[in-house]
């Protein structure tokens, strides 16, 4: 049976395992992502890579990483959240580093293929894929296939415009769906509410330091699952949104599962609770449209890891 | 030369014609849209194929019509323009009627596959296809296939919501794309602006019987084309517009083209700069982000019957 | 002691009162609004002015009338909801009909001067009020004087734009709070939410005819009253938006007092509560800014009246 | 004749006048304002006031100052602009220094009553001012009175809420006119659309270091003037927000003119024709309310000092 690699290279660690053909993860190696970016960057995902083929015989590498990925995948076009990435060339110099093919994927479309191998989206020709983290991510699976679009970026759901003239994004928009429903809008979100509503949000402030500035994003699923109300209302504030964005989404690509991952869901019904209900109140001809399946991701954080390494298997 | 024959089934009138691989039309025609649908228009549509059989050796029947189809094609799900075809099945009793295979889509979707094997899309594996007509349909081609989505109804580009809490839709939501951008919404725009400033309006009321309740689309269009002050800022408004939902759909679909067509169009660059101008303004990471080029339908009101005959050859 | 008569005329009827210095009404009178308006209106006016004055020995005559009334005060310049009284004198023909001095004021300035002097509004410099029917009215007291602005129709609260682009109001614009705050909304949102969700609606739909078009404004009342899902769940909404609108107030306005008045009143807090913490989430400098109490109406229906005998008093 | 001194509280300098009953300015002082607030901004005021009574025989001083006023005005309730001003007491330890009375206002309420009495309103009983700087002030004179509202913070048009989830504004609240409408917005506009098209903008470049981001305030201003597209479009896009929020004021306040004050208003008929259109397409019953003038204030940066001056006498 072959094995591939996958390697997650994230803002903060580079995550490699070797994958075998049912998406089993054998083994891992890790290394921090160097700040400088160009050249350190290379070297740190050639040192996992190096690591994982001493131990297994694998065929071929993918790389799943967070930005615009040229639509040969050979370079980053633009990385947002990673340091000296953009315009830099992957694939070449990291074969002529590691003597295997490379393969390069944008990280949501990586996880969305990951699902639809392994995970929630198995059985299912038409799918998309919103990872909620800090932003929002997104990929897309049509008749089976990647939808990569012409240019190598699509699925950027992150940047449907939600409000016009609303809040800026990093984009250089405004409104942009990331910054009404992703983790960094739930931040904000239960600052506020909590700072206008001290007392209810009480068991939310007792697991920081007991201001609103001292909330952290895991603080409030963790309060929400212990039924505090501010935080309960933060999440639906983003289901809120977040299904009306889905919404918009079922009309362009009508898929039959809209799967949710990224480190918001662990929130799991907590969020997908309103963002189904949403679905539902903005969806246009509700009662006649068939209406998409809003299901968890089931990978967690190796989707990209494993659904690189099944790309580069094929 | 295989021959077959595709049929445009509008809210009016039923166009048919016989077809060749090279999507010339060779012969046509038609029959006014019965208003009470069900059998009658079934009948009227098999009295427009059985003509055109009389006079070419055909193979198969394409029927292009708006609403939603089934994802079997088979029958229509719902249709808000044209009476009495909620849940008519379509292909069966037509094949019986007329003893040849019979395809049905959707029409937007039959205009995209036209354009994009014989039109402004040649060439291009991923495009989208606006029709601004009174209504606003779309259609995508990914890969080089029409996408229809899981369901069949994929591309329903006019219900994007540009508005949140915005104009009410014939879909039950508000804020949709098809009130700030169709033909409907130009009509409604021109009125309002001619009311609002009869001196500067002279020339596009003149056109009618001197009121703004008395202005026509086609109106607009002239005037415009005269260079009406009021005619070219509400094509300027619903440019506009329409540049900001195509900026929403390149970050999902991430197309090469957009090809807007439709009555409207015939506008041409009238509508094509503002809109051009409004998806440079709109799109996200604009710098970065490769630019789909926005471009004219070719195939005019025929569009729809030769995509749908070229479908039904295959 | 003094007596004056107050006249309130409505969209369906004429009611009149004698009203004494403490704002009671010690004998009424009625007709019906005669749908030709003009002559009709100024004589079914006079013959409840005539009845009331031949029962009790009164100075002057105040009138509450729904529209633009002109800054000299004896014109209507427009009237949205009444018949044939766009640019309809009053003044001069009813004092010549009735002989007593005549003051003609707008209904929901009538109203706040009423609940100002006699009502919910007692001891307070600076109030406003909002009546909250079919549409949305509005009066403001400044330092313990009608502010009636330069032209005499200040206080045109329902066309405060809460969404750009929004709904089309009956005045022209778009996304005017009367389209989602007022009686109307209520209706709407309730007639939808049912809808969308017949089992929950089981309650407010019994009140009717069993269907969502079959809702009356008043089952909405009555079955949030209940504890109806739907019906609270419009109640809410209506809520969240007159809340919003109301933080804008307090900007502009500054009033200690914010009198909620007009027939979706009577459901007091149901209505009041969610419009009490949406004027908390939306007003600006909320920590820092004082809050204007959001207070029921106390005179009812007989505000306007009330109001109109007190003005004609001064 | 009776002098006063007015005395103009800025955010980098205090400003005094000794002001004649005509309203000129016969004498001035200034010093910078102490960066610490709180006893060194008293102590600078009381040398500006000293410098300026050893010159005149002056019979009270009036201070006009950003933020919030008590409604007693002896106290700053919250100054966003100015730092160590929240909660301090000024008219007593003022009163005490100089042994004079002290009247404090708010500084767009003294520019309003200005205005009012010696500039752009003379005349005219009902009138706003909005003054555009880097935020948004107003002021509001009611039937010739100044309106300061129950708790002396009325007119604050700068949090009129223009988006609902709009740009998130310093007051805590989203969409305020502010963030749509002030010099800071002409300045980011005017930075985004030089960015986006760097050849239209050469003009507006060339007047600082070349970059997008090297453009000032008053470039934007001198660049307009010179017929400049990307800084006169800068200007047409914040007149149009500003002239809706006045649409909005005068559907609830009714002036008979709105005086446009503060930096921007250099810009004059570039910024007020934008506006003046929009004011029209805006206006809820465009054809029947009766239209605001809207006109440049003619005070300059003195409204405030001779409206404090003036605000004293009384």
């Known amino acids: 049976m072959t094995l591939t690699i996958g390697v997650d290279v994230g803002g903060t660690k580079i995550l490699g395992g070797v994958v075998d053909a049912d998406g089993k993860v054998l083994v891992k190696a890790r290394q921090n992502t160097p700040v400088e970016g160009g050249l350190a960057l290379l070297t740190a995902i050639a040192t996992v890579v190096n690591?994982?083929?001493?131990?297994?015989?694998?065929?071929?590498?993918?790389?799943?990483?967070?930005?615009?990925?040229s639509s040969d995948r050979s370079t980053m076009l633009a990385s947002p959240n990673i340091a000296g990435l953009d315009g830099l060339p992957l694939q070449k110099p990291l074969e002529d580093a590691i003597k295997l093919p490379v393969r390069v994927e944008n990280d949501a479309n990586a996880a969305a293929w990951g699902e639809a191998i392994f995970g929630a989206g198995r059985g299912c020709g038409h799918l998309?894929?919103?990872?909620?983290?800090?932003g929002i991510g997104g990929g897309i699976i049509t008749n089976g296939e990647l939808n990569r679009?012409?240019?190598?970026?699509?699925?950027e759901f992150g940047h449907l415009r939600m409000v016009p003239n609303g809040l800026r994004c990093g984009c250089g928009s405004y409104g942009c769906l990331e910054q009404y429903a992703s983790g960094k809008a739930l931040l904000r979100t239960a600052k506020e509410r909590a700072q206008a509503n001290l007392a209810d949000a009480s068991r939310l402030l007792s697991l920081g330091d007991g201001t609103p500035e001292g909330i952290h994003g895991s603080h409030i699923t963790q309060a929400a699952l212990a039924g505090d109300e501010v935080a309960l209302?933060?999440?639906?504030?983003?289901?809120?949104?977040l299904g009306a964005g889905i919404a918009m989404l079922s009309m362009v690509l009508d898929p039959e599962r809209v799967i949710i991952g990224g480190g918001v869901i662990e929130a799991s019904e907590i969020l997908l609770a309103p963002?189904?209900?949403?679905?539902?109140?903005?969806?246009?001809?509700?009662?006649?449209?068939?209406?998409?399946?809003v299901v968890p991701a089931e990978l967690g954080i190796e989707a990209g890891l494993v659904g690189a390494a099944d790309l580069a298997r094929r």
């Open 51 to 69: 690591e994982l083929a001493s131990k297994a015989k694998v065929e071929s590498v993918g790389l799943s990483i967070a930005g615009f990925v």
């Open 149 to 155: 679009g012409a240019f190598g970026v699509a699925g």
């Open 233 to 241: 209302s933060a999440f639906r504030e983003i289901g809120d949104w």
């Open 128 to 134: 998309i894929l919103l990872t909620i983290g800090t």
């Open 275 to 293: 963002t189904r209900s949403a679905l539902l109140r903005h969806l246009p001809y509700a009662t006649k449209h068939p209406i998409a399946k």
